[in-house]
């Protein structure tokens, strides 16, 4: 069976998970307004292309933190790899490794960290950490991570509370208090992106997570001044198809058609990505 866009791994997923294990991946806080929302804005964006320039060479690579990536597409928190395939978070470190660029384990990873990163050695990798209320137990964690090689620490800051996750609840599923993601609470991610990038006025670097299903997504998100994205559910869809690989392929898919969209805008590198790429919908 051939997959051509990320839609088809979440439907081949959806076949091949117990349900439990699907409303696990795919459940969001409550009604789940701001996971739909985040997906919905992204069509709400137009492109404006510029034409008649040379894109016959195109390059997607960039940098975050200093470290050079192959594609500003990395690899989101999410907890509980193994429930999509067996050796979890070893397989997505591995993807993460050969597609050259950044994976964020989460703090609630079902794989010890030292095997996570016996998998991918030379892996870029970054460090989700939930605060916890015991503060010995935060820095004798964020020296285990910073002794194992994690270059950085990504920090949730909006779960003061476990949230209401309806389906878990009724297919009683309770995994370390039903944390799974790092969405915001804000409204749709793409105005949060914007606000928080006329706020910091360039002095650091902004990353967005959150919605992106296609490469078009990815250009709109760094038109927007996002410096790259993060994907949460999709590398979980191709971790259930099959392992590593299929995490490779869901990167793969996104890559191509960033480079496709980046190709018809007439943007050959990331710093030609700009906001007057950029047109809102009226409908």
């Given at each position: 069976?051939?997959?051509?866009?990320?839609?088809?791994?979440r439907a081949h997923a959806r076949e091949q998970l117990?349900?439990?294990?699907?409303?696990?991946?795919?459940?969001?806080?409550?009604?789940?307004?701001?996971?739909?929302?985040?997906?919905?804005?992204f069509k709400r964006i137009r492109l404006c292309p510029r034409y008649l320039r040379d894109?016959?060479?195109?390059?997607?690579?960039?940098?975050?933190?200093?470290?050079?990536?192959?594609?500003?597409?990395?690899?989101?928190?999410?907890?509980?790899?193994?429930?999509?395939?067996?050796?979890g978070e070893m397989s997505t470190a591995r993807a993460a490794q050969e597609a050259?660029?950044?994976?964020?384990?989460?703090?609630?990873?079902?794989?010890?960290?030292e095997d996570i990163v016996a998998a991918a050695p030379r892996g870029l990798r970054w460090f989700q950490l939930y605060v916890q209320s015991d503060w010995e137990l935060n820095k004798q964690l964020i020296r285990r991570v910073e002794a194992l090689g994690f270059k950085a620490l990504v920090i949730t800051v909006d779960v003061p509370v476990v949230a209401k996750r309806r389906q878990d609840i009724r297919n009683q599923l309770n995994l370390a208090a039903n944390l799974m993601r790092m969405d915001l609470r804000s409204p749709e991610e793409i105005d949060?992106?914007?606000?928080?990038?006329?706020?910091?006025?360039?002095?650091?670097?902004?990353?967005?997570?959150?919605?992106?299903?296609?490469?078009?997504?990815?250009?709109?998100?760094?038109?927007?001044?996002?410096?790259?994205?993060?994907?949460?559910?999709?590398?979980?869809?191709?971790?259930?198809?099959?392992?590593?690989?299929?995490?490779?392929?869901v990167?793969?898919?996104?890559?191509?058609?960033?480079?496709?969209?980046?190709a018809l805008s007439g943007c050959r590198s990331v710093a030609e990505i700009s906001p007057d790429l950029i047109r809102f919908s009226r409908l």
């Open positions: 069976m051939s997959f051509v866009c990320l839609a088809d791994f117990s349900k439990s294990s699907w409303d696990f991946i795919e459940g969001a806080a409550d009604e789940g307004i701001t996971c739909k929302d985040n997906i919905a804005a894109v016959s060479v195109v390059d997607t690579r960039t940098t975050i933190q200093g470290q050079e990536i192959q594609a500003p597409i990395c690899i989101s928190p999410t907890a509980f790899h193994s429930i999509a395939w067996p050796d050259n660029i950044c994976y964020i384990t989460s703090t609630y990873a079902s794989c010890p960290l949060a992106l914007m606000e928080v990038v006329a706020a910091v006025k360039g002095r650091v670097e902004v990353y967005m997570d959150g919605g992106v299903r296609t490469g078009n997504d990815v250009l709109k998100a760094l038109a927007l001044g996002a410096k790259c994205i993060f994907l949460g559910r999709p590398i979980l869809w191709g971790l259930t198809y099959k392992g590593e690989h299929g995490v490779l392929e990167l793969n898919i996104l890559k191509a058609e960033f480079h496709t969209s980046m």
